[in-house]
């Protein structure tokens, strides 16, 4: 209960800041489309990805309205129930309660566990079905293995990578009990089950006119292919630089490049090889396996596509500090409660430095640091008012869901300038420009038909640089 609260402490700060990254927002404006009636097959929208999260955070927002601790407790609840997961499954798979406490303190202490369990994203959740579909499977729960796999993918489409090692695990460790046949006849019913649920929903958006979500992912990773030979050092180092901070440790990850293959080499020429060595060498796997995954196919190179490996690494490297004891003939409680304390102390620094956000992972949404000030003053304009957009419209259709004004998108500025020229007589106009970007064009083009930019509203971070600036649409003074 105490590392519960105290993991609970270190993600807290990041559920609060008023700032969201682009996905949240989307994410947070399909799950007002859900729970207010709007559109609840999201059949008008181009969803890209399953419909778990979309309707617990539709369920979240009924209940605490939508706010932006309601858009984030899902992940919070999702990542707060790994530690305690993680902790099961290390005991499960090697008998030892070192394990399980050294494999929860280490989840629970993640920069990367910290920083991504109190956002909108849907990969908590994702990871979290899969390490209790791990752990149902090393208890012998083919069903509710092959449910909780499946309820991973139905939070997001990588959960299928969990599919192989629940499998493997149910199958291979000698308390599954059962015949591999039933075992795997029961998990693969039970999975296509959920699964289907999850097809069928899209099927009904189909038939309502929307895309399929599959397709629309593929389309949004850029179309899924073998990375070409030129991108394979530019990759590899942009993926082992985000790895460095799923512990952000040089202790904890010189521990584990040194132990996992240590572990495997110990697996391959122990005779018998027992229930440790199995399970040894399907965590080491899959490792490897996703590693190579997001390496060698060309999915982006995103910080929060590594969170599967958290809880994984965090049951291996308690496996290892077992198997380093027990090679030393420190097998008793003492000596492993003292490794623990130091892994601790090891994990803290980190851990608090996460939680405050001094990591440049997750740190997307503080690029939008401010905007919800140009939120909150566009919501009290009058009825009617337009709002003009060229970015940013996730957020404005979050932000501004129930203000009475009216989104505009405007492609150009040559656009724009036509629109305010035929309607810029009937009601108030405005329009944000971030900081990145600069109003000059628009401004040469309205002025050409008459109108020009007021500055009503400019956002400055800390060291007073332009954030965002919101301008109102007037026309020329004679």
């Known amino acids: 209960m105490g590392l519960l609260l105290l993991v609970w402490a270190l993600r807290l700060p990041s559920l609060f800041p008023p700032s969201h990254h682009p996905d949240e927002a989307l994410y947070g404006y399909w799950g007002l489309c859900i ?11 181009v969803v890209d990805k399953p419909p778990l999260p979309l309707y617990v955070l539709a369920g979240s927002q009924l209940l605490f309205g939508g706010t932006t601790i309601a858009l984030r407790l899902p992940g919070l609840a999702a990542g707060l129930l790994l530690v305690p997961l993680t902790g099961a499954l290390g005991r499960a798979l090697y008998r030892e309660r070192a394990v399980g406490f050294i494999a929860a303190v280490v989840v629970g202490l993640s920069p990367f566990a910290i920083v991504f369990s109190s956002t909108g994203f849907p990969d908590p ?48 460790l000698p308390d599954s009990s059962g015949k591999g046949w039933s075992l795997f006849r029961d998990y693969v019913a039970c999975w296509a089950l959920v699964v289907g649920l999850v097809f069928a929903w899209d099927g009904v958006r189909v038939l ?15 179309g899924l292919r073998l990375i070409w030979a030129q991108e394979l050092l ?18 904890v990850n010189a521990l584990l490049v040194a132990s996992l ?8 020429v122990r005779s018998p ?8 060498v399907l965590l080491v796997s899959f490792v490897v396996a996703y590693g190579l995954l997001k390496w060698l196919v060309a999915f982006p190179v995103w910080d929060r596509y590594l969170l599967p490996l958290v809880p ?5 490297l308690a496996r290892s500090v077992q198997w380093l004891a027990n090679r030393i003939g420190l097998e008793t409680a003492w000596p492993k409660l003292v490794v623990t304390g130091l892994l601790v102390a090891v994990l803290a620094r980190p851990a608090v430095a996460a939680s405050v956000g001094q990591y440049p992972i997750g740190r997307e949404r503080a690029f939008y640091d401010g905007f919800d000030e140009v939120i909150s003053f566009l919501a009290q304009r009058p009825a009617g008012s337009v709002v003009y957009h060229h970015w940013l419209g996730w957020h404005y259709r979050y932000g501004l869901w129930d203000a009475p004004v009216h989104l505009s998108y405007w ?68």
């Open 411 to 478: 492609p150009n500025p040559i656009w724009m300038a036509r629109d305010v020229q035929a309607f810029g007589e009937k009601e108030p106009r405005f329009v944000a420009f971030p900081g990145w970007e600069s109003s000059a064009r628009l401004e040469r083009y309205l002025h050409d038909v008459g109108y020009t930019l007021n500055p009503v509203l400019t956002v400055e971070d800390d060291d007073r640089a332009v954030k965002f600036i919101l301008y109102q649409v007037a026309p020329l003074r004679d």
């Open 273 to 280: 090889r027992g229930r440790e060595a199995v399970a040894d």
């Open 35 to 45: 729970g207010q009636g709007h559109d609840p097959w999201l059949s008008r929208e």
């Open 234 to 251: 530019p990759r590899l180092q942009a993926w082992l630089g985000l790895m460095r901070y799923l512990f952000a440790s040089s202790v």
């Open 261 to 268: 293959p240590a572990l495997v080499m110990s697996a391959a």
């Open 125 to 172: 959740a994702m990871v979290a079905f899969g390490a209790a579909a791990c752990l149902a499977a090393v208890g012998g729960r083919p069903s509710w293995a092959g449910v909780l796999a499946a309820l991973s993918f139905a939070a997001k489409q990588t959960g299928l990578v969990w599919l192989p090692l629940s499998l493997l695990l149910l199958i291979f």
């Open 312 to 316: 994984v690494l965090a049951v291996a």
């Open 208 to 222: 309502h006119g929307a895309g399929r979500f599959w397709q629309a992912s593929v389309v949004g990773y850029g």
